[in-house]
């Protein structure tokens, strides 16, 4: 699989009328605050989310209605990856052309299983086999602080568009 790396992250709430940047150094990251409930965990849900997932955010943070962009490297090349609620942009750095899509099937699972190097597939409802969405990459990267004790490998949701899909990518993700 090829090498992601997290540059930056942006975050913009015009309801709140507040922003914040996050830069991510090459090594280890740790995010760490003097107080509980400041957002820790949601700068690491907001790093998924960019990318199509689905984590389970408070309602704090859901009456924000804010919009991210992450900054990230593949194998060293960057991009650019902008969410507002189901619009995500895609953008390769030094590139003008960006590639728009509303929603996480389809197109952007391709697009974004191309670059991860993602080949996994999982049947569809049709019995056909389908590049499952983004978060099927990212579930083992994932442990939800809550519900992975009582629930391995469901740190998102939305994940039940697929039947029986934990065998599948638990073997495609650890061979």
């Given at each position: 699989?090829?090498?992601?790396?997290?540059?930056?992250?942006?975050?913009?709430?015009?309801?709140?009328?507040s922003a914040n940047q996050f830069t991510f150094g090459?090594?280890?990251?740790?995010?760490?605050?003097?107080?509980?409930?400041?957002?820790?965990?949601?700068?690491?849900?907001?790093?998924?989310?960019?990318?199509?997932?689905?984590?389970?955010?408070?309602?704090?943070?859901?009456?924000?209605?804010?919009?991210?962009?992450?900054?990230?490297?593949?194998?060293?090349?960057?991009?650019?990856?902008?969410?507002?609620?189901?619009?995500?942009?895609?953008?390769?750095?030094?590139?003008?052309?960006?590639?728009?899509?509303?929603?996480?099937?389809?197109?952007?699972?391709?697009?974004?299983?191309?670059?991860?190097?993602?080949?996994?597939?999982?049947?569809?409802?049709?019995?056909?086999?389908?590049?499952?969405?983004?978060?099927?990459?990212?579930?083992?990267?994932?442990?939800?602080?809550?519900?992975?004790?009582?629930?391995?490998?469901?740190?998102?949701?939305?994940?039940?568009?697929?039947?029986?899909?934990?065998?599948?990518?638990?073997?495609?993700?650890?061979?």
């Open positions: 699989m090829p090498n992601l790396r997290f540059k930056q992250l942006l975050v913009l709430s015009n309801s709140a009328k090459p090594n280890l990251n740790l995010i760490t605050a003097k107080d509980n409930n400041v957002g820790k965990s949601t700068i690491v849900k907001l790093l998924f989310w960019s990318f199509g997932c689905e984590p389970s955010f408070d309602t704090t943070w859901t009456n924000t209605d804010s919009r991210v962009i992450v900054a990230f490297e593949i194998d060293s090349k960057g991009y650019e990856i902008y969410r507002y609620k189901s619009l995500i942009k895609l953008r390769g750095s030094g590139n003008d052309a960006v590639e728009t899509f509303t929603d996480v099937s389809g197109d952007l699972s391709v697009r974004l299983a191309t670059l991860f190097g993602f080949h996994a597939l999982l049947p569809s409802r049709k019995d056909s086999l389908v590049v499952p969405p983004p978060a099927y990459y990212f579930v083992p990267f994932y442990i939800h602080q809550k519900r992975s004790w009582s629930s391995a490998w469901e740190p998102f949701d939305k994940l039940g568009k697929f039947k029986e899909w934990k065998q599948t990518i638990i073997k495609y993700h650890v061979g």
